[in-house]
């Protein structure tokens, strides 16, 4: 397998900055042009908290690629991690929704091995080719997936004919 790198595209880290910036204005202006209450203070500061964490959290995976090589799966940026594919003791593919119908959620590939943990959400381009070349190197180790994973797996079109496969979790459920 060539190395192949992933990142979170500018469209993406562009939308999630603004929806910062925008958290950020409309918790801060308050708290800076009026005297409110003291429980108003803490509402409006909990919420600024909030979103110059996100604000954080989505420099960090602007700064983030994720690196898919023969030997391990890599992620850089301002925090390093690596696992050897040797090393692959879990792949969970799970999905996220907001909404009671199930639509518009996103997707989060977790990945451990060794003691460490990845995490990618399904903003990052071509997920479902990561999701894929890990699933594979999931099927060489016989690392064995889930209901709700390989459920998740088929919904993104993926091959999930694994020899042997036995489900972990047979509710489907996380």
């Known amino acids: 397998m060539p190395i192949k790198i992933f990142s979170y595209s500018t469209k993406e880290i562009t939308k999630e900055y603004w ?3 925008m958290g950020i204005t409309l918790s801060l202006v308050p708290l800076l042009l009026l005297s409110p209450s003291s429980v108003i203070v803490y509402i409006l500061g909990s919420f600024l908290c909030l979103f110059v964490f996100y604000g954080v959290r989505t420099y960090c995976r602007n700064k ?3 690196i ?3 030997q391990a799966i890599q992620v850089t940026g301002l925090w390093e991690k690596l696992i050897q594919w040797e090393e692959l003791e ?4 799970a999905y996220f929704t907001t909404r009671r ?3 518009n959620g996103w997707m989060q590939l977790r990945l451990k091995g060794r003691g460490d ?4 959400e399904s903003t990052i381009t071509d997920f479902w080719e990561l999701v894929s070349m890990c699933a594979h190197k999931a099927r060489e180790n016989g690392v064995l997936l889930d209901a709700a994973t390989i459920r998740n797996m088929q919904a993104l079109g993926l091959d999930t004919d694994f020899p042997n496969q036995q489900s972990k979790n047979l509710s489907g459920k996380e």
């Open 101 to 103: 119908d199930g639509e």
């Open 19 to 21: 929806r910062s910036g």
């Open 90 to 93: 879990e792949l969970k593919l």
């Open 68 to 70: 898919l090589g023969d």
């Open 117 to 120: 943990r990845l995490r990618v």
């Open 64 to 66: 983030m690629k994720v």
